[in-house]
């Protein structure tokens, strides 16, 4: 599961900060081809690793880098099988926010080794939704900033206009916070369900 | 609202490809899906056969005949456009007319195997399927999937070209476990670069062919694995012994620089060589000729020099009967005479 995590990472860097600065980053942390592989095992700590070395050279905090992989995995179009995949779970934004539940199940049937934590969402008063995400151990990191960016995306994809929360993380997990201000503020990006994968 | 009415919005909600066909063989009501596929033609009041072709389990051509497949796995076509294959399924209607017109019925239709084609060809999107109805779960396991199986394709060919790059540099003959032509190549190098002494010898196998031809490779193989242990243990741990041919091997002597010395060398590796070789049922022998050469550290050699003189001193040892060694000092001087070692007959020099 790490390998693919890591090659998200390394299409973000390269599409993001360039070739060079990721050139300069894998050699600095020795990291052969294998880490990159997203069907291949690989250790967490590459990711927690690589992660921290990028931090430290963007001069980024890691959460703000995963949620800005959120929003990369959904917007650009290196990552549209990823885009397409999630718009499969809903006809609009709150049929997708209800879909979220199911989220590991659909990796798992995409990927067997691909573990999610544990997604629970609670609909509240006036378009207040919230979303617990259980903790993650086999990737090592927390997965909250990565949704966040990824929710930030969708609701553009889909249309709506909503506000976006991390409200914190504890041992348990993290809650993330979504209020949905207009469900169809604006065209979104369509979705041809049977246009099939994309070549990359 | 009328029977009809209220059936068609159970209906549309429950099966959006319902058709509700009253006792005449007419439309009287379909669900939205079904209308878009059919659009801009309008289902409603037209004949429900003249729309669709009953292919499975027999054809029909009327009413009474439509009526009497209730139940059954029915296999359609729209006879229209791109005569799209639909599965289907008939319920009539009750005869007191609680639910539609006594003798109507509702047909049920879906895509069957050919969903992906008809979600391309109409457009559609996950509300065009029922709530309950798994199209779009499928559609997204087919996709993810597809995405994971180019992915292992990806890597199935990465993985192959490292496969193939890991065994173009591998330095080993995976047969004999002796070195390869490339690492004798870079041992050769080093030593030349080095600039000490050292000796050159090219051996090949004598009569290898036949025993290889007569009793098959599995016997070819046993040779050359006993040759090399044999040629092993005949020289010191540091010096290198190579399989650059089939039956070709190549030593590398570093600090040998003494022409009597080296024939000695030579002369033992043909004796190791000629001892017979059993695989328990049978037993082969084989002879070896070499040819050898000298590098001292004045002279500054090329590899490929050096590698012609042993050559060329290979082929005057064949040339002159086999199990014999030459060695030749000088690189463009003429080949010198061979010096003796023939223990075996004449009968065995027939290669």
């Avoid at chain 1, 959120?70 to 397409?84: F, H, K, M």
């Avoid at chain 2, 779960?137 to 496969?163: C, D, I, P, Q, T």
């Amino acid at each position: 599961m790490n390998g693919l995590i890591n090659r998200a990472l390394q299409w973000l860097v390269r599409d993001s900060y360039g070739e060079a600065l990721w050139r300069g980053l894998v050699e600095a942390l020795a990291l052969g081809e294998a880490a990159f592989e997203p069907l291949m095992p690989c250790e967490p700590e590459v990711t927690d690793r690589l992660l921290s070395a990028l931090a430290e050279r963007i001069g980024r905090a890691p959460e703000e880098i995963l949620e800005d992989l959120g929003t990369y995995l959904v917007s650009q179009p290196r990552t549209e099988a990823a885009r397409r995949l999630l718009r499969f779970g809903g006809v609009d934004f709150v049929d997708f926010l209800y879909s979220l539940e199911d989220l590991p199940d659909r990796a798992r049937l995409a990927m067997p080794d691909f573990t999610l934590p544990e997604i629970r969402l609670h609909p509240g008063a006036a378009g207040l939704y919230r979303i617990e995400l259980g903790t993650c151990p086999q990737a090592g990191l927390r997965l909250g900033p990565v949704l966040v960016g990824l929710l930030r995306a969708m609701a553009d994809d889909y249309g709506a206009l909503v506000l976006l929360d991390h409200r914190g993380a504890d041992s348990r997990g993290e809650v993330i916070e979504v209020r949905l201000l207009d469900a169809a503020f604006a065209d979104g990006r369509a979705f041809d369900l049977g246009a099939g994968p994309v070549a990359r | 609202m009328s029977a009809v009415a209220a059936l068609g919005a159970i209906l549309a909600r429950l099966c959006p490809m319902f058709v509700l066909v009253g006792p005449s063989g007419h439309v009287l009501a379909s669900g939205p899906t079904l209308a878009r596929i059919l659009a801009p033609r309008e289902i409603k009041g037209a004949r429900f056969l003249e729309m669709f072709e009953v292919l499975r389990p027999q054809p029909v051509d009327d009413m009474a005949g439509l009526a009497a497949l209730e139940g059954a796995r029915l296999r359609l076509r729209l006879r229209a456009g791109r005569s799209l294959a639909l599965k289907g399924v008939v319920c009539r209607l009750s005869g007191d007319g609680s639910l539609g017109p006594a003798g109507g019925v509702v047909v049920n239709l879906s895509f069957g195997i050919s969903v992906l084609e008809a979600v391309r060809e109409y457009s559609l999107t996950g509300a065009d399927f029922a709530v309950t109805d798994p199209t779009t779960e499928m559609l997204y396991l087919l996709e993810a999937k597809s995405v994971a199986m180019e992915e292992s394709r990806r890597l199935n060919h990465r993985l192959e070209g490292a496969r193939r790059a890991a065994q173009e540099q591998a330095l080993t003959d995976p047969l004999t476990g002796l070195r390869n032509r490339r690492a004798f190549d870079l041992a050769l190098a080093g030593l030349l670069h080095a600039g000490n002494a050292f000796a050159l010898l090219h051996l090949d196998l004598d009569f290898f062919k036949q025993v290889n031809d007569t009793h098959g490779h599995a016997a070819g193989d046993l040779v050359l694995r006993v040759a090399a242990q044999r040629m092993r243990a005949a020289v010191r741990e540091d010096d290198i012994i190579a399989r650059v041919g089939g039956d070709e091997f190549a030593l590398l002597l570093p600090g040998v620089n003494d022409m009597a010395a080296l024939r000695l060398i030579a002369q033992r590796l043909i004796s190791t060589i000629e001892e017979p070789v059993s695989d328990g049922a049978r037993s082969y022998r084989v002879s070896a000729s070499v040819g050898g050469t000298l590098d001292r550290q004045r002279e500054r050699n090329s590899a490929e020099a050096l590698l012609a003189v042993a050559d060329r001193a290979l082929y005057t040892a064949k040339e002159t009967g086999r199990g014999r060694s030459v060695i030749d000092t000088a690189p463009r001087s003429a080949p010198p005479a061979p010096s003796g070692h023939d223990s075996q007959g004449a009968a065995m020099r027939s290669r």
